[in-house]
């Protein structure tokens, strides 16, 4: 069966920020609709960064079938392209099965690769990559603001890993990074090594969100399980490994700070009030993404809601012959 034929099941996407309580829901959904869960996380691919990227436990992931979690080891890279790719193959073999794939995660350029396809830039070269790691940054911001002015007013200034993948594609191709990038990307350029991938066809579209303060008291209790959970710990395993010479997975939020913490930086409960605060921002960030760049029907979870409720309503709205989102916005 084709991932995207008619007769199959239409994927369900569920989107939002983190600690908004995704997860949970998506597992409950998976159970009422005899499905299996795509996470859309740049971070849980990797192997071995657990705690701190709240990757579902190994009970909810023998309860129910995941898909795209520990597909690269710590020492490898990942990006957009290989997402659509592994994410493709894994919606054609669930669908071939006749259960209901459901989307889930906070990853928005993930989630918008897989809907409407990838720019068309080269692949990572290994040696030119390298070269441009050892390179001071403002070097590099130098070079991006002479040869793709364009590019450089709009990237990340702080982000060093989309400065360095703008530099080498201006190198590779000798053309602006900004006339090979898909339109929706140019606010993210660098984020992707993307060949050319054409849209999928889009299911129902879900983002879950909560209050300010209830994500800010959700987000800080996650961050002190992490802790209690032994995220120190995980982090000191995991340097020797290949955590610190790869600065991808290094980004994921706690392994850096903890990180620091181990090189005597700051004092244990700095480091928990700077992830917790590192946390409340970037959960900011993705709320302005997704509200920006998906058309989502969103649902504000209140304190009092369980994950039970929510599911059920859910797979009322999406299930087979529902009468709920379909490309609007009433839910």
């Known amino acids: 069966m084709s991932a995207f034929s008619v007769s199959a099941l239409p994927p369900i996407f569920i989107a939002g ?7 949970a829901v998506a597992v409950i959904l998976a159970d009422l609709c005899h499905g299996e869960i795509i996470s859309v996380d740049s971070m849980q691919v990797y192997r071995g960064l657990d705690i701190g990227t709240a990757k579902p436990s190994l009970a909810d992931r023998r309860r129910v079938p995941h898909h795209l979690i520990d597909v690269v ?19 054609s073999e669930i669908q071939a099965r006749g259960r209901q794939a459901i989307f889930c995660g906070g990853t928005g350029l993930y989630f918008k690769a897989f809907l409407e396809g990838l720019g068309e830039t080269p692949p990572a070269d290994a040696a030119l ?31 060093p890993r989309r400065i360095i993948r703008a530099v080498e594609v201006i190198r590779q191709t000798a053309r602006p990074m900004s006339e090979q990038i898909a339109p929706w990307q140019e606010a993210h350029a660098g984020a992707a090594n993307a060949t050319v991938l054409p849209k999928a066809t889009a299911g129902f579209l879900l983002g879950l969100t ?16 992490m802790f209690e959970r032994g995220l120190v710990q995980e982090t000191e395993r995991l340097l020797p490994q290949g955590l610190a010479q790869n600065r ?15 090189q005597g930086v700051r004092s244990l ?7 917790k605060q590192r946390t409340r921002q970037f959960a900011k960030r993705q709320k302005t993404w997704f509200k920006w760049q998906m058309k989502l029907t969103w649902l ?31 839910f």
């Open 269 to 275: 409960p700095e480091t928990i009030a700077l992830v």
């Open 73 to 91: 080891e710590l020492t490898g890279t990942f990006d957009a392209a290989k997402f659509v790719l592994l994410a493709r193959r894994a919606l």
């Open 248 to 262: 991808t997975a290094l980004q994921a939020l706690g392994y850096r700070q903890v990180t620091e913490y181990l």
């Open 210 to 225: 909560r209050s300010p303060d209830d994500l800010r008291r959700r987000i800080e209790t996650r961050v002190d399980e």
């Open 129 to 159: 990559r390298a070269q441009l790691e050892a390179t001071p940054l403002p070097e590099l911001l130098r070079e991006l603001a002479e040869r793709d002015p364009v590019t450089f007013q709009k990237i990340d200034r702080q982000n």
């Open 300 to 330: 504000e979870l209140q304190p009092h809601d369980n994950p039970e409720a929510v599911a059920e309503r859910v797979a009322r709205s999406c299930g087979p012959g529902a009468d709920g989102y379909i490309g609007g916005t009433r």
């Open 17 to 23: 920020p983190t600690a908004a309580g995704k997860s």
